[in-house]
């Protein structure tokens, strides 16, 4: 079982200690959209932050005048660049036959099993979210510097 549909699995985790199982699925295809979308802008930040603390910041000023340039269509492709990656977590992941082939894997597992994988996926979302934020944070700090 992948680390994505691990996420399936968290998302019914926390749902069977509330008694509420019928709704599994729903939001943990939200979750794997929010990682993704989180993982490709800490490698396009981390990518900034190298260029900026390894004295090419020409590189990054370039990017950024380039974008400044191009103001209001940065925003409207990387906005529409997001929505696609958000929906192709959706597509891959969303559909019933998916979710519940997941979770009927997830639910023939031991006990044990179940709550390592569900540990796992939970790491993986809330350390994915963190390091964007470490990276987001950083890179404001090192442009305020200036």
Known sequence: MNIFKALICLDYYNLRIQNRTREAGSGSVHRIGIAWICNILTIAGA????FKLHNQPDVVYDTLYELHYYELAGRVIMMVLLTIIYLIAFTIYGDKYTIHT????????????????????????VTSVLLFLAVASTLVYLFKLQ
């Not at 990518?47 to 190298?50: E, G, T």
């Not at 997941?102 to 179940?114: A, C, D, G, H, M």
């Open 47 to 50: 990518y900034f932050i190298y």
């Open 102 to 125: 997941t979770l009927k894997t997830y639910i023939s597992l031991p006990n044990e099993q179940q709550e390592r994988i569900a540990k796992n996926a939970s790491r993986y979302f």
